[in-house]
């Protein structure tokens, strides 16, 4: 059933805070995002390209080894060592 009592010329109400948070919440993307994009350029391209592939691109491991034409092992190798070069990055940036 619908509701016809009223309210139809009701303007809807604007909520401040929700594009506020919403604001907010581009920025700090934004702040991540460079944040990032700073961590991975001081790691070696090997694993670099690993991690961007495993993360941002969501490729499997199998993918990313035939893509890189890189054995599967190897793969697993650089993105475990890429994110033992990358997580002190991002920890000591975010003090």
Known sequence: SLDTTGGEDEE?????DVKLASAFDLVAGREQSELMTR????????????IVLRFHEELSLEE????????????????????????????????
Not at 12 to 16: A, E, L, Q, S
Not at 39 to 50: D, H, K, V
Not at 67 to 79: C, D
């Open 12 to 16: 809807p109400v604007d909520m401040p």
């Open 39 to 50: 961590a991975l350029g001081g790691i070696p391209q090997e694993y670099r390209e690993a």
């Open 64 to 95: 990313i080894a035939a893509v890189t034409r890189t054995p599967l092992g190897t793969v697993k190798s650089r993105i475990y060592r890429g994110l033992n070069h990358l997580m002190p990055r991002l920890k000591g940036a975010q003090e």
